[in-house]
């Protein structure tokens, strides 16, 4: 029987995106998300980083449980915003909006930026919450550009008005495949595979 992990996360995307991970790297875990969960009640995300933020959904998810969770805290950084919207990104806009409220605040606040002054990244930080060993938090990002107009049908959040440094696609035009090789969550998570990996391991 295979090891349990949970995604302390609704999110359908990052849910699909760590299943094709696990899939791929031949763990023998059955991932859920917070759908899968009974009784959920959001933690306050009040972490003034991308970590503490990770590991506060982590943390709640495991005392919930009892088992291994797994959480992430991901968002846009805009040099010429000070580095915002960062650990604001999903709530940028306000409480309650949506990403095309996000998308769109980001772009009227950049309306009169130049090309050269645009300079962004996607960072995420996971955090790996388990019943016997110590919590693990991790960090990755990817430079890039924000675009003057969204480009692209895939993805979310962000994804159509931001161009990875080196490609001419936006995470948005990218397949699944190709933006889970470069994205930040990919990274962030393909470096925390030998502790998932673990999990099966103490399954046993």
Not at 75 to 81: C, K, N, Y
Not at 101 to 106: R, S
Not at 129 to 135: H, I, L, M, S
């Amino acid at each position: 029987m295979s090891a349990r992990l949970l995604l302390a996360s609704g999110n359908a995307h990052k849910l699909s995106e760590l299943r094709r991970l696990v899939a791929g790297a031949g763990l023998d875990l059955t991932v859920s998300g917070l759908s899968d969960l009974a009784c959920w009640s959001d933690p306050v995300e009040d972490g003034a980083t991308f970590e503490d933020n990770a590991l506060i959904k982590a943390e709640a998810g495991h005392r919930a449980t009892g088992g291994a969770v797994l959480a992430d805290d991901s968002g846009l950084e805009v040099d010429v915003l000070g580095r915002m919207p960062g650990v604001r990104s999903a709530r940028w806009a306000g409480p309650g909006a949506s990403d095309q409220d996000n998308l769109d605040l980001v772009l009227r606040q950049l309306a009169d930026v130049e090309p050269a002054r645009r300079g962004a990244r996607f960072v995420c930080a996971v955090a790996l919450v388990q019943p016997t060993r110590p919590p693990v938090v991790l960090r990755r990002a990817v430079e890039g550009v924000v675009l003057t107009s969204p480009r692209g049908e895939n993805g979310f959040g962000y994804d159509p008005i931001f161009l990875p440094d080196g490609f001419d696609l936006t995470t948005a035009e990218m397949s699944a495949a190709q933006k889970d090789a470069i994205s930040h969550r990919g990274q962030a998570l393909r470096a925390l595979l030998p502790d998932l990996a673990l999990i099966g391991a103490d399954s046993d």
